[in-house]
């Protein structure tokens, strides 16, 4: 089975800085997809980026990047120029590409932005 | 605004109660999801609808009831809850269950089970 870690219960980040929020992950499997959800207090989650792991690229999006390392089974996300409207709750999650409709999520990694 | 309503934001009810969650989106996806959010802990997937029919169970108690009458609506009946059952129940959608697209999440109920 699946298994998605986050290691940061809790980060903070000045404004305006950069800060990176770790994931890793266990599978078996070769293909895949890795996403970061993002959990404001609206509680609503918004998928923040995607990565398909047949792709060597890192995922972008705007001030969001990923650094994936397939060999290490990590996905981490990487915030650039942090702004207040980040702070949020942060999910990394994992999908087979084996027609399983199921997204195994971590337990998420409180983001505060410091003014 | 993802398009995914939820309704009600909050709940209070004790465990003799019976008590329905509502989700309703409006974009045209063809499947649904119920998920269970508690404190520390991974979001768990309670049950999958694809055009209505119930694809997925996980093992989920019977003490929770789903229900979708049409692609845009669905529901979660609940009886005879357990104070563990306190949490947040998210609803999602997404075009195609097994087209790896995203999900478009509801803000969810907080329930809390007296």
């Known amino acids: 089975a699946q298994t998605v870690t986050q290691s940061q219960p809790e980060m903070s980040v000045q404004e305006a800085e950069t800060v990176t929020l770790s994931c890793t992950y266990d599978?078996?499997?070769?293909?895949?997809?890795l996403f970061w959800y993002k959990q404001p207090p609206s509680r609503q989650m918004i998928l923040v980026i995607r990565?398909?792991?047949?792709?060597?690229q890192n995922a972008t999006e705007n001030r969001f990047s990923v650094n994936f390392q397939k060999a290490a089974k990590s996905f981490s996300l990487k915030i650039s120029d942090s702004q207040l409207g980040d702070a949020a709750m942060y999910f990394c999650a994992y999908r087979s590409s084996e027609g399983q409709e199921k997204l195994t999520f971590g337990t998420g990694t409180r983001l505060t932005i410091i003014p | 605004e993802t398009g995914v309503t939820q309704t009600p934001r909050h709940l209070v009810m004790g465990m003799t109660n019976k008590k329905s969650l509502k989700c309703e989106q409006h974009l045209g996806h063809n499947a649904m999801y119920w998920y269970k959010q508690s404190a520390k802990k991974p979001l768990e997937l309670m049950f999958v609808?694809?055009?209505?029919?119930?694809?997925e169970n996980n093992s989920v108690p019977s003490r929770f009831s789903p229900e979708c009458p049409n692609s845009s609506h669905l529901f979660l009946h609940l009886h005879t809850l357990q104070p563990e059952d306190s949490a947040l129940y998210l609803c999602?959608?997404?075009?195609?269950?097994?087209?790896?697209?995203?999900?478009?999440f509801g803000s969810g109920t907080q329930l809390s089970v007296l």
């Open positions: 599978t078996s499997e070769s293909d895949y997809y």
């Open positions: 609808y694809s055009l209505e029919e119930r694809v």
């Open positions: 990565q398909e792991a047949y792709k060597q």
């Open positions: 999602a959608s997404s075009q195609d269950p097994r087209g790896h697209e995203k999900l478009f």
